[in-house]
């Protein structure tokens, strides 16, 4: 129904920048909220950063605000991470997921894994001191 392929992903040095994209395929005219997660070795899925499609609401988890951004380029079917001042603690498997659930669910801007239903392959972000 919708599939999501990320890229973006690389070894950057401490202080560096990195941008992932993930473009999303099928109908996805009809996905409400998406999402970024990451998970490194040994760690729970953790919850970065998740967007309503209408209207453009962001939210983040504070382990991660004022560094990275959230977007959407609806025209391209494609949500991007802007991702700055990475530090090692950064390095992790990083995800982007896609749900059709309610506006108002507030788990979506909780950023809780278990309501998205559609996850890419993850993308491998390694950040070197």
């Known amino acids: 129904q919708v599939q999501l392929v990320e890229s973006g992903g690389g070894s950057v040095q401490a202080g560096g920048s990195l941008r992932l994209s993930c473009a999303a395929y099928?109908?996805?005219?009809?996905?409400?909220?998406m999402g970024w997660f990451r998970q490194a070795p040994g760690k729970e899925r953790e919850g970065l950063a998740s967007?309503?499609?209408?209207?453009?609401?962001?939210y983040y988890a504070s382990s991660v605000k004022g560094r990275f951004t959230i977007s959407q380029d609806n025209a391209k079917n494609t949500l991007y991470l802007q991702m700055n001042m990475l530090t090692p603690e950064d390095t992790a498997i990083y995800y982007c997921?896609?749900?059709?659930?309610?506006?108002?669910?507030?788990?979506?801007?909780?950023?809780?894994?278990?309501?998205?239903?559609?996850w890419g392959q993850g993308t491998q972000v390694t950040v070197s001191s």
């Open positions: 997921a896609a749900d059709f659930g309610w506006r108002s669910d507030n788990r979506y801007a909780l950023i809780r894994p278990e309501v998205f239903g559609y």
């Open positions: 967007i309503a499609i209408d209207g453009g609401s962001t």
């Open positions: 099928g109908s996805v005219e009809s996905l409400t909220w």
